[in-house]
């Protein structure tokens, strides 16, 4: 079996859609080797992260040729209106649409279609969108609905959104859970080290958040949930990501409370080996987000060992499983409550500890998962 993927996010997204689309490749071609993966993009980024995938063994390259390679809006088009075409002239039998959309003209192409889902966060989440993005990802996850002969969903959540808001019949859409990096299943043996190596002046102890900083993912509720804490149990916030407005205002909170010396400003870190090593010494991980469409870096914290807070909302109660302390986002009050807990009873954090790292690899088995996706691709 030949499958096509549009594979732009693979080499030019270093974060959620990009990181998603590198490990179901990941999966597929440990587990499914037999199968032949193309990977279409009319450009790469090449770095330490897409070098590998530029000769993977079992893949094939496939980009436009002439000046569509420098030219973005050229290389939109050749997406849109091309891709189909292309992965016919190649043999894909099958055409994985990676990130919520699909070309035109699959069928009349003679291909068979699955799209993922990660989210409609434009839907449940407006007020981060202007109206005119909201109206394009609309269009572009109605048509991808619309048109694919199956649809993947990265959570029962999420399944049960694209349900709500596109009308799909239930038997076209699965949830498979977004594959998680294989390093994360197995821990460093001296991890800090290397978690000092990726944050200057890394405290003995300290909580991380590992995401983007906007309003959806709610820091600024967790920086007033520390400011609740006794200052005997309060530690400093480690943040492991970047933000435009929404961190301005969380910026001048903390300034406004006097709280500088309790949060850390790490930036972004693509290095996965040092995103593990912060996770495995962090006294607990923070993650009371409004809306997810997976909650990828909860499960990454859960494997790497490390107890985690989450929310009690769209698809975190299953990333974080029975055993992470789920706080209500809208309640500052909710989300301390479950900080101070976790810091203060040695028997709920070892619990959460062993019990969620073993419904993390019972879950997001890589196999499992993998046998899931080609299942889909073969019926």
Known sequence: MRIAFDAKRLFNNFTGLGNHSRTTLDILTEFFPESEYLLLTPKIRENAVTQPYLQHEGCSLVMPKGPIRSFSPCGALWRTFSLAKVAAEHGATVFHGLSNELPMGLKQHGLRSVVTIHDVAFRTFPDMYHWHDRQIYDLKWRYACRHADHIIAI???????????YGVPEERVSVVYQPVQRLFYTPQAEPRLVAEQAVEGLPQDYL???????????LLGIVRALE???QDVRLPLVVVGNGGEYKQKVLEYVVAHHLEQHLIWAGSIIDNRQLQALYQCAALFVYPSFYEGFGLPVVEALLSGCPVVTSNVSSLPEAGGPHSLQADPTSVESIADCLFRLLTDTDLRQRAIVEGQAYARRTFDPPTLARQLHSIYLS
């Open 155 to 165: 959570s029962e959540s999420t399944r049960q959104d694209v349900l709500r808001f």
């Open 208 to 218: 991380l958040y590992v995401g983007s900083v906007n309003s959806r993912k709610n």
């Open 228 to 230: 609740q804490l006794p």
